[in-house]
């Protein structure tokens, strides 16, 4: 799969080619992402920030069922699928989704005992201000978890991928490529991201470099 341009949401016409592609890696990825953090969070509130479909907080009330979560992302189109997944899983009465930027979240202070994100950092204008707003969000000695830019991308089979997708998503796919609204993204090094952190008024985290992904953890003391 294509990575993103560096823009702050999926594009309209992209979001159910986006959407296959996530569901490709649930059992893979996102399951796996829910245990860890269901293992660290037994019980609590989770905000998922740069949700998209939804995959990795339904998986994680689906295992966790003293969780609640909020995904909020900036793509309507996806927000309404995480929805209707959530409804069809059967959870959603443990989850809510909303359009939202994650810049300027409409949450009151220390409200959350989590917060996690997975292949969002990259993607963001202002990480500063988006970090600062996550640490207002937090509960004291909450942590926030961002996986950046999330192994999702070198998880999923091609071939599989795009025999998924419809003439119609296969256009906008081809279109946004050669319009080059879309084209290789720039990952942070681990030095960028302390760099970023530093800026910010966290002054707790661990940062571990994977073979595709950097994971942060943040705590709020």
């Known amino acids: ?11 309209g016409p992209l979001a159910s080619v986006y959407e296959k592609a996530t569901r490709l890696v649930i059992e893979s990825y996102y399951r796996r992402i829910a245990a860890e953090i269901g293992a660290s969070l037994a019980a609590g509130r989770i905000l998922d920030l740069g949700t998209g479909p939804g995959c990795l907080p ?4 689906k295992a966790f069922p003293l969780i609640r979560v909020v995904g909020v992302d900036l793509s309507p189109k996806l927000i309404r699928m995480a929805q209707r997944s959530a409804a069809q899983a059967g959870v959603a009465d443990r989850l809510s989704f909303q359009v939202g930027n994650a810049a300027r979240l409409r949450f009151a202070d220390a409200c959350f005992d989590m917060v996690i994100s997975t292949g969002m950092l990259h993607a963001l204008r202002d990480p500063v ?5 996550i640490y207002r969000v937090l509960k004291r000695g909450g ?14 089979d091609q071939d599989r991928w795009k025999a ?5 998503e296969r256009f906008f796919l081809w279109l946004f490529t050669l319009a080059k609204l879309h084209k290789p993204l720039q990952t942070y090094t681990p030095r960028q991201v302390v ?7 966290f002054k707790a985290y661990r940062i571990d470099e994977g073979k595709h992904e950097i994971r942060i953890k943040l705590s709020k003391q």
């Open 143 to 156: 942590e926030a978890w961002i996986y950046d830019p999330a192994q999702v991308a070198s998880q999923i």
């Open 195 to 201: 760099a970023i952190i530093e800026a910010t008024h």
């Open 58 to 61: 339904i998986e994680i009330v």
């Open 1 to 11: 799969m294509k990575r993103w341009i560096k823009i702050e949401r999926i594009p």
């Open 129 to 133: 201000k988006v970090l600062n707003e």
């Open 164 to 168: 998924l997708l419809t003439y119609r």
